[in-house]
């Protein structure tokens, strides 16, 4: 069988495992992961539009960002807003976050069970040009996502769908 198929078996086994460590144990980069999803559950977005699409994610109020690599993983709760480009860094200035926007190459909207206590979560997830995680956006983690969220997701999901 292979990796893109035991990947997509394992997911339909346990659909609510991290995606992060499936990279690992399948060793593939983390978009390959995203990438084996049913397409119902995980559609790739036009990275090219990174920028209008971070500008789009205001509106949510707080949100749930995750960013892990090798060494660690950091969580923070925020709003994205008052943006601004320096150099490499696209800036995100309610004392969140920085962005790296060349790094951006790859950008899914994920609908999955959490892996702590199988509740919906509803996601945009950012990867580098490596396919490793950059940074992922959630809508709510942990609780119930009230229904104008979830509307406001799809309509993302649907308008930066990549072509």
Known sequence: METKERIQAAIRENPNQMTMLLARQFGVPEVEIIRAFPDDRAVELDAERWEELLRCLEPFGKVHVIVSNGGATLEANGQFGSFSRTGDFFNV???SLDIRWREIGAIF???????LDGKSTLSFQFF???GHSAFKVFLGFGSSIPSEKADRFVQLRDRFRKK
Do not use: C, I, L, R
């Not at 909207?109 to 892996?115: F, Y």
């Open 128 to 130: 580098d040009h490596s």
């Open 109 to 115: 909207a994920v609908e999955k069970p959490g892996h």
């Open 93 to 95: 200035q309610t004392k």
